[in-house]
């Protein structure tokens, strides 16, 4: 990439004859105020590097890396993609890093743009993280973070590949097995497959489920399949009767058999792990065949060598030319092996490969041979799997390969076979998911031959995406103002201009300017001229923190300001004077879209009589701003300690955000927008209202509906411009029936089993299928939701708190247990919350006794922190929840933490959460009871188990899991587009 004539033209008017000495020592002047924790001066003095010398990238990578540090994607992203199109300067000598050119700018900017809402943004970062990934003169470490990276990058195959289709294979298993990964290829008129079929099952944690057994345990299935992909036989295959007995235990059986047919005959290729006292997989060859009492067994069979050093040994991808077997044992270096082990063919690809794994069979395509191979990484304790396909040509060279994708959904998917279909038009990816699910995917060839680039392809993609950063660069460097429509203000991607933004205050009333009074006024919408808007304060409008009000009148536009006293706003200049200054106002993001707007120390105020004037140094209700443009309101709250303690953040909390009137200010967002249909008081309230915080931190718009009231006037409205409505299961029917919301416009989030039991009474359990989105707040309503029969397998949202909120200090002595659920709740005639067994196991241990409230005599959501500051243990006694709230919260505030083992609270409980007690109920307050006691009489083991529990709630906080919530609104996106054919 070279620096385009326009752009040197440019640098040659702003550099001209400066001195680089003088702008190195700015630079080292503006990192040392970054270090020293000068934000504000950083930011300015960096900016003023760069335009001072706008061929040099390096502020604009501390720019960029502040900006993401503080959890501003947007800016972070604009930053990193205005040096994307620089080259390393070639006269400049000093403080010239040719990673920030190379590889820097690009990997900050996929980063960053990896949160983007925007299309076009994210497709480019996909372009740049591919290449960074794979690039072989790319460093190590960049490969590595872009590889994590490319985790939300990935692409599933429908997107990719339209014409695929999904046929799940059903089979059955001996007894105690069940059917998993499976691996097809060609036979004479169908296919034939190997199945794998295991004793155990992997759970959404990530850790397996032996049910009792000691060891994992494979069985081998052949299954046979017409044309139809229908099976026509299924038969177990049989260990060698002369396999030696295990010298390991762990893992009997063999591993991931795939099938081959070489020289007439059906063999097998699998990873076997118990013919050596180490347990080390080694590969296995075989034949299928029958053996003398009918039964088919594997024979002939031996291990195979590879000429490396002992290692663990898997996934080989066979490939049968003609007469002769061959495997192709890796892809960087590409290793070629004879079936006798010995080496056929070994060189360097022309990407960096070694992370890439086998997969399927090579098969013949185009001339060549084709594969599909797989990418993994470990998240959350679960190894996710990530697919390309691979083509090499007649000399095994690997010359052409795909981006990455997933099949049907980013889990454990593991493919182990490819062939022709009998058509000869389409091929057969198969797969298993988790270790079940065997599944096939029939997808057209002319589709996978589109998605098979060479080395160039992928590069020129990357350097296409870095090229379109030129817009950001002239963003910054191109003279203008928000006075110079023609210039204007630009966002990077585009450089679109950054309209305008009306303001509108917390009474449903609209800023205007009065001419009558000669005065800022806030008024009814459709009785007040819209004559006053908001525009950014830098030319560039790429620090979103600086705006100004400006009237507009006529062809002309006023800067307004406020007076020294603070108690009224003035026309102070006029906007096209270049020489006069104009009042800054520092845009303070609160919450769920509010602003508040600063001058100097003081915020603007909506009075109730309609003036506004800038005399308060308190931000509170009166003092929060709606604006209709997201380039100011879609960023995350304000961190900075000093304005903190000018904000009343529980007032504004407390604040309900009526949804009709956000259609009315954020009509254009081009932000996806979420409608909540639920309670918005007690555990579902503090859910729903955290979930609008956060998910408007990224970008998001998010509001509450609260689903006792009837919204049947005005519903359609709502329907027009949100684009999702989330609901429990207990809103579905109302929203379907009553308010005619499509299928397809619905995420339904299923709480607790009962509400999944609940919907399928109502509405068949192939409602499920249709929704967008289909999520369970814990694994163990993942659980429930496959044990009732749903075919769609749920995203696991799981349930976060915000843990600076509840953070308390222990208390020094355990005297009062806290209660902060109903006391008592009947379902089918079960009582499941039990909350006089808390009672009583507290009474028995000689405390005090507290409840927080109950279903009918209610302390909100926001009052909770309060309450568990007032007592020193939580007890929680339900027979059944999802995800407990009261065991996370109690635990950020360190209390003593004692629950029974259902929903999340072992999981939490197993990280040092809290106690788990029994379920029983005498046991229970036995347990109670007896732990109480033990630390009301042990102070020093009391606070330090507070501690404990305190220190691993750290990880409950929603920063840790608000990306589950992303997702499950991401898919439902792919889902729904997919149903509508878009």
């Known amino acids: 990439m070279r620096l385009g004539d326009g752009m040197n033209d440019q640098f040659a008017k702003v550099v001209g004859a400066q001195d680089e000495e003088d702008w190195y020592a700015l630079l080292q002047h503006a990192r040392h105020l970054r270090d020293s924790g000068d934000e504000e001066e950083f930011v300015k003095a960096a900016l003023d590097a760069f335009r001072r010398r706008p061929n040099r990238a390096e502020p604009l990578l501390d720019l960029a890396r502040h900006y993401f540090g503080k959890s501003h994607g947007d800016l972070s992203a604009v930053y990193a993609d205005a040096g994307l199109s620089l080259p390393v300067p070639d006269v400049d000598r000093l403080g010239v890093d040719p990673e920030v050119y190379r590889t820097g700018l690009k990997e900050m900017f996929t980063i960053a743009a990896s949160y983007s809402k925007d299309f076009n943004e994210k497709e480019r970062g996909r372009a740049i993280c591919n290449w960074l990934a794979i690039g072989r003169d790319v460093p190590q470490r960049v490969r590595d973070v872009a590889r994590r990276n490319y985790h939300w990058y990935t692409e599933s195959a429908k997107s990719l590949m339209p014409s695929i289709e999904f046929f799940p294979i059903t089979t059955d298993a001996p007894d105690g097995f069940k059917p998993g990964n499976i691996s097809v290829t060609r036979a004479r008129d169908g296919l034939v497959a190997l199945i794998r079929a295991v004793n155990y099952d992997q759970l959404e944690n990530g850790y397996f489920d032996r049910h009792g057994d000691t060891s994992f345990r494979q069985r081998t299935l052949l299954v046979n399949l017409d044309e139809n992909l229908q099976v026509t036989s299924s038969v177990e295959v049989f260990p060698p009767d002369n396999l030696p007995p295990p010298k390991h235990v762990e893992s009997i059986g063999l591993e991931d058999p795939r099938p081959i047919l070489w020289r007439g005959d059906l063999w097998s290729i699998s990873s076997v792990r118990q013919l050596n006292s180490e347990g080390r997989a080694e590969m296995v060859l075989g034949r299928v065949a029958k053996d003398p009492s009918g039964n088919h067994a594997l024979a002939d069979w031996r291990v195979l060598t590879s000429g490396m050093p002992v290692q663990w040994e898997k996934n080989w991808m066979p490939q049968v030319a003609g007469d002769e077997l061959r495997f192709i044992y890796s892809l960087d270096p590409t290793r070629i092996l004879s079936e006798s082990g010995d080496v056929l063919g070994l060189e360097e690809p022309v ?64 493919v182990a076979g490819l062939a022709w279909h009998v058509t000869g038009d389409r091929l057969v990816v198969s797969f298993g998911t988790d270790d079940r699910e065997p599944t096939l995917a029939v997808v057209e060839a002319q589709d996978v031959r589109a998605t098979l680039l060479d080395t160039d392809e992928h590069w020129n993609a990357c350097v296409q995406a870095c090229e379109v950063g030129r817009n950001a660069w002239n963003a910054l460097t191109l003279p203008g103002s928000p006075s110079e429509p023609e210039c204007g203000t630009h966002r990077a991607s585009d450089a679109a201009p950054m309209k305008p933004a009306r303001v509108f205050t917390t009474f449903g009333t609209v800023l205007y300017w009065d001419t009558a009074s000669g005065a800022l006024r806030h008024g009814e919408i459709h009785d007040s001229p819209e004559n006053v808007v908001l525009v950014p304060s830098m030319p560039s409008a790429l620090d979103h923190r600086l705006g100004r009000l400006i009237y507009e009148h006529t062809c002309e536009r006023t800067f307004l300001n406020v007076t020294p006293d603070g108690h009224r706003v003035i026309l102070p200049i006029d906007a096209t004077d270049s020489s006069a200054t104009a009042m800054d106002l520092e845009i303070v993001p609160l919450e769920r879209g509010l602003v508040g707007l600063k001058f100097k120390s003081r915020f603007l105020c909506a009075e109730p009589d309609g003036r506004i004037d800038g005399s308060r140094s308190l931000c509170s209700t009166w003092e929060c701003f709606f604006v209709t443009e997201d380039w100011c309101a879609t960023r995350p709250a304000i961190t900075d300690d000093k304005i903190e303690s000018a904000i009343d953040t529980t007032r504004i909390a407390r604040f309900t955000i009526d949804p009709r009137f956000r259609v009315k200010v954020n009509a254009k967002s081009s932000a996806t927008k979420v409608l909540i249909y639920g309670y918005p008081h007690w555990s579902h309230g503090r859910v729903y209202y955290d979930l609008c915080k956060h998910l408007c931190q990224r970008g998001y718009v998010v509001d509450i509906l609260n689903w006792q009231a009837n919204h049947a006037d005005y519903f359609h409205e709502l329907t027009n411009f949100y684009d999702y409505f989330m609901s429990a299961l207990d809103g579905i029917r109302t929203l379907t029936d009553a308010y005619q919301v499509p299928h397809e416009k619905l995420i339904a989030i299923s709480h607790h089993e009962l509400d999944i039991r609940m919907l399928i009474e109502q509405k068949g359990i192939d409602v499920f299928e249709k929704f967008a989105g289909f ?208």
């Not at 098969?363 to 799997?385: A, S």
């Not at 067994?837 to 409230?853: C, P, S, T």
Request: a neutral charge.
């Open 351 to 414: 990407v960096a490969a070694e992370n890439i794994r086998g997969g399927s069979q090579a098969i013949p395509f185009d001339g060549g041979w084709l594969m599909v191979v797989h990418e993994w990484q470990v998240q959350h304790n679960r190894r996710y799997y990530y697919h390309r396909f691979v083509w090499f040509d007649e000399n095994n060279r690997l010359t052409r390969f795909s981006r990455r994708f997933y099949l049907q959904r980013i889990a454990g998917e593991f």
């Open 775 to 982: 999520g369970v707040v814990s694994h163990s309503v993942y659980s429930s939701a496959m044990m009732q029969g749903i075919r769609r397998p749920p995203k696991v949202a799981s349930l976060g708190i915000n843990f600076d909120e509840f953070y308390s200090e222990p208390s020094e002595r355990l005297e009062t247990v806290g209660y902060a659920s109903s006391m008592s709740a009947t379902t089918y005639g079960v009582e499941w919350k039990r909350g006089h067994l808390a009672e009583a196991a507290a009474r028995e241990a000689g405390l005090a006794f507290k409840v927080a409230g109950s279903t009918g005599n209610q302390v909100s959501f926001h009052d909770m922190p309060d309450f568990y500051r007032s007592v020193d243990a939580v007890l929680m006694t339900s027979i059944s929840e999802s995800g407990p709230l009261t065991v996370m919260e109690a635990a950020a505030a360190g209390r003593l933490v004692i629950g029974t083992p259902v929903g999340h609270f072992p999981v939490k409980a197993y990280q040092g959460g809290g106690i788990i007690a029994p379920i029983e109920s005498e046991k229970f307050t036995t347990f109670a009871a007896g732990t109480l006691k033990y630390f009301k009489d042990n102070p020093s083991a009391y606070i330090d188990k507070c501690h404990s529990i305190q220190d691993a709630a750290r990880t409950f906080d929603w920063k840790y899991v608000i990306d589950e919530w992303i997702e499950l609104i991401e898919s439902a996106r792919r889902y729904s587009s997919a149903i509508l054919g878009n």
